[in-house]
């Protein structure tokens, strides 16, 4: 069974660095790994989709890699900026078409 | 270009109580989901379909239905509604099983 980890739970830093957030899965035969941002009270918001032929992905001033031998994905935010805090998830899409998805990291950049 | 809207955005139910979640979307998406989200957890698949006239269970059905009529609907009926169903529902769509999905806004629900 596909089971999605997000670590840390939370993060709080300052205005500027650059950060990165993990994103762990046991079954590495996956179609495609997504990540979603979702601000307080809000839906999800599509930030990048990465297929599973794909190693990474770029969009702005952020990039996601994805490792399906070692189960991982990452978050890269560069500059970041205090528009960036919110939580991100990231889901991955198994053999049966189902989106599995951690808990979340909750950002915080403080100005 | 509305994406996938959800109706309502707030609700509180009686125990017993039976509801409707109402989903749309109008990008000609073949695979529509429904989720719940409860704090600090991720979210989890009621059901979801991958056309009109065929559902499926996901991981947390069970006191819930769902009808794919259309392409474009994909009702969430609550029946007899219970404390343990308070969450934040949302509908999702994607075109097919290599795309990505796109959400719309949640339901905030909760029974007393």
């Known amino acids: 069974k596909q089971e999605v980890t997000q670590i840390p739970a939370a993060l709080s830093v300052p205005e500027g660095e650059n950060l990165v957030l993990n994103c762990s899965f046991t079954?590495?035969?996956?179609?495609?790994l997504q990540w979603f941002r979702q601000d307080p009270g809000k839906g999800l918001t599509s930030l990048l989709l990465?297929?599973?032929s794909q190693r990474e992905q770029t969009s702005g001033r952020l990039n996601a890699s994805l490792d399906k031998s070692s189960g991982r994905s990452t978050l890269y935010i560069a500059a970041s900026q205090p528009g960036d805090s919110a939580t991100y998830l990231c889901?991955?899409?198994?053999?049966?078409?189902?989106?599995?998805w951690g808990a979340g990291t909750k950002l915080i950049i403080k100005p | 270009n509305a994406g996938v809207t959800q109706t309502p955005k707030f609700r509180i139910l009686k125990i017993g109580q039976s509801m409707t979640l109402q989903c749309t979307q109008d990008?000609?998406?073949?695979?529509m989901y429904w989720y719940r989200q409860d704090p600090g957890m991720g979210l989890k698949l009621i059901y979801y379909?991958?056309?009109?006239?065929?559902?499926d269970k996901g991981e947390v059905p069970n006191g819930y239905n769902v009808s794919r009529s259309t392409t474009e609907d994909f009702p969430l009926r609550l029946e007899l509604a219970a404390p343990s169903q308070t969450s934040v529902y949302f509908c999702a769509s994607s075109y097919d099983s290599q795309t990505g999905a796109f959400f719309g806004q949640g339901t905030r629900l909760t029974v007393v």
């Open positions: 889901a991955a899409r198994g053999s049966n078409y189902q989106l599995i």
């Open positions: 079954d590495s035969a996956i179609y495609n």
């Open positions: 379909s991958v056309g009109a006239g065929i559902t």
């Open positions: 990465i297929q599973s």
């Open positions: 990008m000609n998406h073949n695979y």
